[in-house]
């Protein structure tokens, strides 16, 4: 049972332009979310996390939203760069300081 | 933050053997746990290193495959015993500081098992 789903395996998005990814889970009791991001042969590391209690958190060129009804979340990069080409990762916790259960990842590419 | 160190990075094994992953942590973290990604797949928590006691395991995942060691606060070993080509796997060992709940991860150790 996936309870973090990605459901787009990949992404190519134009160098500039606003890149999103998406992420949806089910375990209502999840109430904090995070994107990390993974290039090849590293391990993955973090960006951005949101809590259950906002609907948004900003940092940088990174928004992520968060839509509690529809039990879906999403990633903003704006404006995307070569750079941002890595597979992203989302992830859920019930609590800060709980496991996190991690979707099967989404790659993005950034043309120039 | 947290910087984790991870060794070996890859390595190639022989079916039926045991392999060490050491995880080292520049600093005392809370939490330490290990992962696996197999190929095209996610991030699957096999256990949570618990400090001076046995950790704890996810469902499908068992001591006597994977065992674990956490001596003290910054430093993990995971084992994978009696490898099988279905071994074939990145293992990350990953830590918590602190209460924000972010998970630090290292690079990865990349096991093939023929």
């Known amino acids: 049972d996936q309870q973090v789903k990605q459901n787009s395996p990949s992404l190519s998005v134009q160098e500039g332009r606003i890149s999103i990814l998406n992420c949806d889970y089910t375990?209502?009791?999840?109430?904090?979310f995070l994107w990390y991001k993974k290039y090849p042969a590293e391990g993955p590391t973090f960006l951005i996390s949101?809590?259950?209690?906002?609907d948004k958190n900003e940092d940088g060129r990174f928004t992520v939203f968060l839509n509690k009804s529809a039990k879906h979340l999403s990633l903003h990069i704006v404006p995307s760069q070569p750079g941002d080409s890595a597979v992203y990762f989302c992830?859920?916790?019930?609590?800060?300081?709980?496991?996190?259960?991690f979707g099967t990842g989404t790659r993005l590419q950034v043309t120039l | 933050s947290a910087v984790i160190s991870q060794k070996p990075s890859r390595d190639i094994c022989q079916r039926g053997t045991s392999l060490t992953i050491q995880c080292q942590v520049d600093?005392?973290?809370?939490?330490m746990f290990w992962y696996r990604q197999q190929p095209g797949q996610s991030l699957t928590l096999i256990a949570t290193?618990?400090?001076?006691?046995?950790?704890?395991?996810e469902s499908g995942f068992v001591i006597d495959k994977f065992p674990i060691s956490r001596p003290n606060l910054t430093f993990s070993t995971l084992t994978v015993s009696n490898m099988s080509p279905e071994d074939s796997s990145i293992y990350l060992c990953?830590?918590?500081?602190?209460?924000?709940?972010?998970?630090?991860f290292g690079e990865g150790s990349r096991l093939t098992v023929l």
């Open positions: 990953s830590a918590v500081t602190g209460d924000t709940g972010e998970l630090f």
């Open positions: 375990n209502s009791m999840f109430d904090y």
């Open positions: 949101i809590s259950s209690i906002k």
């Open positions: 992830a859920a916790s019930a609590g800060t300081a709980s496991k996190l259960t």
């Open positions: 600093s005392q973290v809370t939490m």
């Open positions: 290193a618990n400090q001076g006691s046995e950790a704890t395991y």
